[in-house]
């Protein structure tokens, strides 16, 4: 995820089915057709303007609420909320 932000990049649909696993067992992201390219304004505001996209339960409630979030707290949510399910199902 780390990573992902320092490039300016962020996902826009973390969630558990989005997570998976190597050969030995060390998380992967994928699944990045909602993710955008910060960079770019112009793209960012159509994103916004369009209806919610995400994985129910992975959500950040400011996303599913306003306009006005932030795409990277959006996604560090996500990461939280998939961690809190890892560690008490």
């Known amino acids: 995820m780390k990573c992902l932000h ?30 955008l390219d910060n960079s770019n304004i112009e793209e ?13 339960g992975f959500i950040s409630p400011k996303k599913l609420n306003t306009n006005d979030y932030d795409l990277f707290k959006a996604d560090i949510f996500s990461l939280g909320a998939i961690l809190f399910y890892l560690a008490f199902g």
Not at 11 to 35: Q, V
Not at 44 to 56: A, H, N, Y
Request: glycine fraction near 6%.
């Open 6 to 35: 320092d490039l300016n990049i962020t996902h826009n649909d973390l969630s558990m089915a989005n997570i998976f696993l190597d050969n030995i067992y060390n998380p992967k992201i994928g699944d990045f057709g909602a993710a």
């Open 44 to 56: 960012i505001e159509k994103s916004k303007s369009q209806k919610c996209f995400g994985t129910d």
